[in-house]
């Protein structure tokens, strides 16, 4: 079983839509988490961090659930420049990357 | 520059030679982190190093792929006759340590032909 999963997708949404992405993690001692995101044909870049208590970045909100051993990633009113592929992180004394989730955004 | 870096940024081989890629973390980060990733596919974990520690090596696909880090600092990625499906963007990335935000070089691309 992989240490971090995550649905690949693709999401295809439309402009302004609301689009969450779920990732689940296995080793419960698991300690931080990360979103990524990565554009075609570029090296993943930080996204967000996620925080036990949640934190938002403007149209961005992280969440974490340890009871269900999940992380979520919402984005809220998409843009055309939010097409990219998510990558969730986490891990307990090293990182592991989920496969990333494609998103489109459709003008 | 203060980014990862890594060299060359492309590689062409042909069949059978071996490939040395570079990568030069950040200064003071002590993990680092290979990946390969294949056009269309999500990252593929290759190999972990952390300081002194002996480096996690669980995701080399083969005995011909091996890494190396010198005084825990640049980290030689090197593949010994090469194959065709070796051709990916091999990624390093370097970090403070433990499971803290991890900086990406801009990759090398692989082409054995």
């Known amino acids: 079983r992989k240490e971090v999963e995550q649905d690949p997708g693709p999401f295809n949404v439309p402009e302004g839509a609301t689009v969450a992405f779920n990732c689940t993690y296995s080793?419960?001692?698991?300690?931080?988490f990360f979103w990524y995101r990565q554009d075609c044909r570029k090296e993943p870049k930080l996204l967000m961090s996620?925080?036990?208590s949640g934190n938002e970045d403007g149209r961005f909100t992280a969440q974490l659930n340890r009871a269900s051993q999940y992380i979520s990633l919402l984005i809220r009113d998409s843009k055309l420049s939010d097409s990219a592929t998510y990558l969730c992180v986490g891990g307990f004394n090293q990182f592991y990357f989920g496969t990333g989730t494609s998103l489109t955004v459709i003008p | 520059g203060a980014g990862v870096s890594q060299s060359p940024s492309n590689k062409v081989t042909e069949k059978g030679k071996d490939v040395e890629l570079r990568c030069d973390p950040i200064?003071?980060?002590?993990?680092l982190y290979w990946y390969r990733q294949s056009l269309g596919q999500g990252l593929e974990f290759l190999i972990y190093f952390q300081g002194n520690s002996a480096p996690d090596k669980s995701g080399l696909p083969s005995d011909r792929f091996s890494a190396e880090r010198t005084g825990g600092s640049v980290s030689t990625l090197t593949i010994q006759r090469t194959q065709q499906e070796d051709s990916a963007v091999y990624l390093c990335a370097s970090s403070l340590g433990g499971v803290t935000e991890a900086f990406f070089g801009q990759g090398t691309r692989l082409t054995v032909v």
């Open positions: 996620v925080y036990s």
């Open positions: 200064s003071g980060h002590t993990a």
């Open positions: 080793n419960s001692a698991s300690q931080s």
